[in-house]
């Protein structure tokens, strides 16, 4: 029994589904500077499309609304931070803490560099509706487990189970969006490596007291 093949139809040499994927590209690239420059609540399905040298048929092609799109480039955003961020944490170069400083600074050069991923990241995710939330608290989560990675790397001493349900990580996350967003809002006046210095320097204080907390439980025990 033969099976027959699809084929997806090509038009100019180009597969359907490849174009509709480049389309898909654009529509992401313009969500990404409507809402970073003009605002969620300001922009609509026009004006993305309009961006993206695209009719309004082929948004809805890709995505079911505008609150649809917002979701996909927030988390393009978080994903590739959160790549990066990896795997400058698992690079042998350097001290666990130069790792930890690498990452604070490709985060918050991101920022100064695109405004977009800042006004996207720290002001547009917010209140939109309880799904985004729910993107912006997984994102959240994200940035604890990096910060409680840095921890563990840096403080060996510190109890792994208790670290893992503690709220401090959490705290700290928190810490570096306060301070992102205070940094922005002034628009970037203080010193990237002072911004740098004073969130390692809180860093390290905290993870100090954690791990003299485990090296006292230790000696008791």
């Known amino acids: ?122 002001f547009e995710i917010l209140g939109v509706s309880k799904n985004i939330d729910r993107e912006y608290q997984n994102a959240m989560r994200l940035l604890a487990d990096l910060v409680r990675l840095f921890l563990y790397k840096v403080f060996p001493r510190i109890h792994e189970e208790k670290l893992s349900r503690s709220i401090i990580p959490t705290g700290l996350a928190g810490s570096i969006i306060m301070i992102a967003h205070e940094w922005v809002l002034n628009g970037f006046v203080t010193p990237l490596d002072d911004i740098i210095s004073e969130c390692m320097d809180l860093f390290m204080a905290m993870g100090k007291h954690l791990n003299k907390k485990s090296g006292s439980r230790s000696e008791r025990a």
């Open 1 to 122: 029994m033969k099976t027959k093949k699809t084929r997806s139809r090509v038009y100019g040499g180009i597969k359907a589904n490849l174009r509709q994927a480049e389309r898909r590209k654009k529509l992401i690239e313009a969500g990404l500077e409507a809402f970073g420059t003009k605002g969620y609540a300001k922009t609509n399905i026009k004006m993305i499309c309009g961006i993206a040298g695209l009719t309004e048929r082929y948004f809805y092609e890709s995505f079911r609304h505008k609150e649809d799109l917002l979701r996909v480039v927030y988390r393009e955003l978080i994903d590739e931070g959160q790549r990066d961020a990896m795997a400058a944490l698992e690079d042998n170069e350097g001290t666990p803490v130069d790792a930890a400083a690498r990452v604070l600074r490709m985060f918050y050069q991101r920022f100064y560099q695109d405004p977009r991923r800042a006004q996207i990241q720290l």
